[in-house]
C-alpha cells in the first residue's frame, strides 16, 4: 500500500521510484482449475512472467495534472491502480499524500438494485466522508449529474452513460488532494465533458493534483504535463502537445484519438 501520510508544502503528491509489477501468465489453453494442475503436473511447465511496469520513475507535484498515455496494455491502469494503492509492486517504492479519489471506471461498485440516492450516498461514505457531509453534498452531487428525479431509480434502470455521470458527481463531490481518472471523460456530450473539465480544472487550482489516463489527444491536451507508457516503461515526459507528437512518430497514433471527447461516448 503507499505510504499515504498529510501533505506538507512544496510536497510532492506522488512519488514512485523505481516501481515494477510482475503478473504471472499462464500460457496453456485450460478451462477450469482442475485442468490447469494436470496439465501444471503433466507438463511441468512454469507461467511466463509478464512485468506491466518495469522500473517506473516518477514526481508529480501538487495541484499538477497529469495526462498519461499509451497502447491498450501498455501498463498505464496498472499504473493508477498502483497509485491507487489497490495493487502493491513487486519492486520499487510508491508514495502518495493526502485523501486520494481514484475513479477507476465512473461508476464500479454501485449496486445494481440501490436507487441512485443510495447509491451516491454509500459511495460518498466509502470515500472517507462522513453521513452529515455526505448528506451536504448530495444536492450537489444531483446538480452536476443532472439526473434529477431518475435519482430516485434503482441503477440497474440507467444507462451506462447516466451511471458515468453519477460515478463522476460522486467522485469529484469533495475536494482531494489526488484524483485518479481512467478513461472518465466519456460521459454524457459534449457539453457535459466540458462540464467535467471545468471542475477538474477548478479542482487543481485549488491544489488537487490529477492523474488522467486517455485515448483522447483533446483531454491530454487539457493537462499541463504528459508521459507516454510505452512497454511498461516512461518513453517520453514533457509538455502535452510534445508527448503526442513523440507518440505518433512511433505509430501509435491509431492509439489515440484526435476527435473531441465527446466522440468517445459508450
Partial sequence: MP?????????????????????QVVEDRVTSFKEFVVERIKSGAKPRELLALDGIDLEVS????????????????????VVAGVLTPSEGRV?????????????AGFQPDLTGRENA????TMLGISRRR?????????????????????????SAGMV????????????ADLLLLDEVLAVGDERFQEKCLHRIGAACAAGTTVLLVSHSAPAISHCQRAVWIRDGQV????????????????GASPAVSSKPVADKIV
Fill in 3 to 23: 505510504d499515504q501520510s498529510a501533505p506538507t508544502p512544496g510536497s510532492l503528491t506522488i512519488l514512485l521510484e523505481g516501481v515494477r509489477v510482475r503478473y
Fill in 62 to 81: 501538487p495541484g499538477e495534472m497529469l495526462g498519461v498515455v499509451g497502447r491498450n496494455g501498455a501498463g498505464k491502469t496498472t499504473l493508477l491502480k
Fill in 95 to 107: 508514495r502518495t499524500e493526502g485523501r486520494v479519489v481514484p475513479l477507476l471506471g465512473v461508476g
Fill in 121 to 124: 450516498l454509500l459511495a460518498l
Fill in 134 to 158: 455526505a448528506a451536504e453534498l448530495f444536492e450537489d452531487v444531483v446538480d452536476f449529474s443532472e439526473l434529477g428525479d431518475v435519482i430516485d431509480r434503482p441503477i440497474r434502470q440507467y
Fill in 164 to 175: 458515468a455521470r453519477l460515478g463522476f458527481a460522486v467522485g469529484t463531490a469533495e475536494r
Fill in 235 to 250: 518513453a517520453a515526459d514533457g509538455p502535452p502537445g510534445e508527448v503526442l507528437a513523440e507518440y505518433r512518430r512511433e
